[in-house]
């Protein structure tokens, strides 16, 4: 697997992958702007290349984006639905910008809809943007979630159902997070359990829709639809868990990267990055 980090994009986006290296990452997720807020600024082409040309001095890859917490495709609210559509859209572009391969999203909540309006209303968001952005190389990752509340996606299910109404589905992929799929009931933590999540998500989304993995340990127990994540080891899935997705010989090339908490030092990333690292049978 090619392990790494999110990293902040803070003094430039080139910045990203300075830390990236001082953490001996082999891959890296970045916001391309600031998660918590609609608006940036636009990417001019000066910082688009200096990014790139950092990038391409590196050893790097794949660069993944996430979107921003803010936006919700599954929305009943109208006015809330066509802003994160806009949003969604600028966040593909500057993807696209940046030749960053994959962008990943939380599919969404229906609120006080229905899951199934829910999963209409994401679908048809993604099919009113891949037409208006045509030709487009960014892939959307719908990502795997805890299943807080009215969150969709938390069964491969949903996610099967969102992916049934999307017309282009060749630009749509998933990404799995251990700590939500965990949290969602999902058994990782034997070899068995492993194997059973996997062979179910193989036969109900397709194992080569799968492009990449978040590796996230869980503070709550299994089942618990709660999305609290924790350090490699120090939660309530263990290393056992995760030694099984590094040994994978189907998942080799795939990018694996944590969203733990860390400090300015990245002391945190480096050692359970160094954790996984000797997980891996030779």
């Not at 993944?64 to 639905?81: F, G, K, M, Q, T």
Request: charged share 30%.
């Amino acid at each position: 697997m090619r392990f790494g980090a999110h990293m902040s994009i803070a003094g430039g986006l080139e910045k990203s992958v300075d830390r990236a290296e001082r953490a001996g990452c082999d891959a890296l997720q970045i916001f391309t702007k600031n998660g918590n807020q609609w608006k940036a600024k636009p990417i001019t082409d000066e910082q688009a290349e200096l990014y790139k040309s950092r990038l391409a001095a590196s050893e790097i890859h794949p660069v993944v984006a996430h979107d921003s917490y803010l936006i919700n495709l599954a929305s009943p609210d109208d006015e809330l639905w066509e802003k994160s559509i806009e949003a969604f859209r600028i966040e593909l572009e500057r993807c696209e910008q940046l030749e960053v391969p994959f962008l990943v999203t939380h599919p969404g909540s229906y609120v006080k809809s229905t899951e199934e309006e829910g999963i209409a209303r994401i679908a048809e968001a993604l099919n009113r943007i891949n037409r208006d952005l045509a030709g487009y190389n960014v892939m959307t990752l719908l990502e795997t979630t805890a299943g807080q509340g009215s969150n969709i996606g938390w069964r491969f299910e949903q996610l099967a159902a969102i992916m049934a109404q999307v017309t282009e589905q060749e630009r749509v992929g998933y990404c799995f997070d251990t700590c939500h799929a965990f949290a969602a009931g999902y058994e990782i933590r034997t070899a068995g359990g492993y194997a059973e999540t996997m062979d179910a998500f193989d036969s109900i989304l397709g194992l080569d829709k799968l492009k990449v993995f978040h590796f996230n340990d869980s503070k709550k127990e299994f089942g618990s639809r709660r999305d609290r994540h924790d350090h490699i080891g120090a939660g309530e899935i263990g290393l056992e868990g995760f030694r099984h997705f590094v040994n994978d010989p189907r998942f080799i090339e795939h990018a694996a990267l944590l969203e733990t908490p860390k400090s300015d030092d990245l002391h945190e990333d480096i050692e359970n990055l160094a954790t996984l690292r000797a997980l891996v049978e030779k």
